[in-house]
């Protein structure tokens, strides 16, 4: 009996309230276009850069955050729990993280500096696992004091010292600022000549400073390899604003933050249970009752592959080709779910049928410099 078959009477669950995915569901369904091992997937080139990173990675936003995530405290089990997060990611194949000078800011009271935690968990596991490979992708912060080219390298410098690495892997623009943008993509340009970094992207872009920035990078023979932007089922401005089409035209690839609307598609929240902190000022129990058509069908597909709605949502992203997603794992089983979208894909009449359901669901406001 296929999983199919089986999903029809039997629920399958992973990872939800504690409760383990029953071992039957570990067959795989012979529908639409499943493949390969079920949480594998070969690594993708980013952009046109010579950089290979997994399909899919983990942002590090929350890890000692106390200004959005961790309920404004950070203690340590909150430590633990993050430090199982990157293992049990590692543990899985996902290899890809993604942090900034901003998360987990010392300027917040109690806060540890995401870089710090990310650079120890890589030393603690490489003195266990030599051999282990993690691709690291930071940001730099155009915050408006910050002039010229010299300010990007200077702050690429700082992040790696907090990391503790020589270098790193990806190295972002974190916003458009408000001046200085050609200085800063003349930055980029020159922290990739010094060695101090394999490939080089921006976030929240654009169409248009997209484009400039490509076009200013190709100058000097450096690819253009990522633009990071907030992009989920639920918030599809990339595709409406000629961001997705230009990362597809360019060869520059969409990595997608917020990929599973901070657990709005998880189906863990409900109008009656709606998420805590700030993220309940968007996430109001008005948005979540527009939201539960779409969540149940989310159910009905996942029940269909005997998988649950965090990976039918980032599965879905991942259809969209030229789409890595990193959900944030604050804990080993989140990790292990994420995992869990990797490995095989939806049909695409499902894909299709999931876009029209969510086109009727008022968006949530995004990130506001998406249109500088």
Known sequence: MSCTQLSTSVACWYGHG???????????AVASQAVE????????????????????????????DTTFWNDFQWDDRK????????NA??????????????????????????????????????????????????????????L????????????????????????????????GNEGYIDGLGDAVEQGLVNAVGVSNYGEKRLREAYEKLKKRGIPLASNQVNYSLIYRKPEENGVKATCDELGITLIAYCPIAQGALTGKYTPQNP???????????????????LLTRIKEIGDKYCKTNTQVALNWLICQENV??????????????FAGALGWRLAGEEVDELRSLALKIKPVIGFPVERL
């Open 37 to 64: 091992k079920e949480g594998e997937e070969e690594k993708i080139n980013l952009g046109a850069s010579d950089l290979k990173v997994t399909r899919l990675g983990i942002g590090a936003w929350s890890w000692g």
């Open 89 to 146: 990611s590692v543990d899985r194949g996902i290899t890809f993280f993604d942090t900034a000078e901003v998360y987990g800011s010392r300027l917040a009271f109690g806060a540890i500096p995401s870089e710090t935690l990310l650079g120890r968990f890589i030393k603690e596991r490489k003195e266990k696992d030599p051999q282990v490979d993690v691709a690291v992708a930071t940001k730099f912060a155009a915050l408006p004091w910050r």
């Open 18 to 28: 504690g409760r383990k995915k029953p071992a039957f569901c570990r067959v795989r």
């Open 275 to 293: 998420p805590t902190g700030p993220r309940g000022r968007i996430y109001t129990p008005e948005v979540l009752t527009e939201l539960q058509p």
């Open 324 to 337: 890595t997603p990193i959900p944030g794992a604050k804990t080993a089983e989140q990790a292990d779910e």
């Open 148 to 179: 010229g080219r010299q300010s990007v390298v200077a702050a690429l410098k700082d992040s790696l010292s907090r990391l503790g690495l020589s270098s790193v892997e990806l190295y972002q623009l974190h916003w458009p600022g408000v001046w």
């Open 79 to 86: 430590l633990k729990a993050a430090k199982s997060a990157f």
